[in-house]
T-cell receptor
Framework: NAGVTQTPKFRILKIGQSMTLQCTQD?????MYWYRQDPGMGLKLIYY???????DKGEVPNGYNVSRSTTEDFPLRLELAAPSQTSVYFC????????????FGEGSRLTVL | ELKVEQNPLFLSMQEGKNYTIYCNYS?????LYWYRQDPGKSLESLFV?????AVKQEGRLMASLDTKARLSTLHITAAVHDLSATYFC????????FGAGTRLTVKP
């Protein structure tokens, strides 16, 4: 049982480049989330999805886009990468929604130079 | 603005000692979570506290919740090296909001 799988685990981008962080889950969870974790800070919610075709902004959505074409997949796209987007990104999922226990992937460390 | 404040942010303990991590929050939340994160790893749920006065224990960790004081504690009893990790509390006014985390190091 893989749970929540993120790729890539590490990536270095140049300023202005674009990339997509992939997230897939095999637990048939309706809800999926993207968080970023900065040093000494808690996780902040970027975007979330309540099901295929439905997404909504979280606390820090600027500079990111998401899509949810299937229950399993929830990719996060960075357009025009900036140094402020250097962070560790976590994908999570659950059944109960935004107030329920979250199941996290192992994270993707992104550096923008 | 919602605040979730943990203290201490860094904690170095000797094995065998006891200590408490505190989590204060500034808004109503009907539940509170504690998560553990090992270095370079993901977060894993430890406890969910669902009501005022709730107490949960697993091994050397015990969590409690006082919703009137908007305070949760995570008590560590007779610390061992394996407990070294970062511990996050999180409240859920509408979605999950995390504290900054407490980095715990347990030394022999």
């Amino acid at each position: 049982n893989a749970g929540v799988t993120q790729t890539p685990k590490f990536r270095i981008l140049k300023i202005g480049q674009s990339m997509t962080l992939q997230c897939t889950q095999d637990m048939n969870h309706n809800y999926m989330y993207w968080y970023r974790q900065d040093p000494g800070m808690g996780l902040k919610l970027i975007y979330y999805s309540v099901g295929a075709g439905i997404t909504d902004k979280g606390e820090v959505p600027n500079g990111y886009n998401v899509s949810r074409s299937t229950t399993e997949d929830f990719p996060l796209r960075l357009e025009l990468a900036a140094p402020s987007q250097t962070s560790v990104y976590f994908c999570a999922s659950n059944l109960q929604g935004p107030t329920g226990e979250l199941f996290f992937g192992e994270g993707s460390r992104l550096t923008v130079l | 603005e919602l605040k979730v404040e943990q203290n201490p942010l860094f904690l170095s303990m000797q094995e065998g000692k006891n200590y408490t991590i505190y989590c204060n929050y500034s808004t109503t939340s009907d539940r509170l979570y504690w998560y553990r994160q090992d270095p370079g790893k993901s977060l894993e749920s430890l406890f969910v506290l669902l009501s005022n006065g709730a107490v949960k224990q697993e091994g050397r960790l015990m969590a409690s919740l006082d919703t009137k004081a908007r305070l949760s504690t995570l008590h560590i009893t007779a610390a061992v090296h394996d407990l070294s990790a970062t511990y996050f509390c999180a409240v859920v006014p509408n979605d999950m909001r995390f504290g900054a985390g407490t980095r715990l190091t347990v030394k022999p």
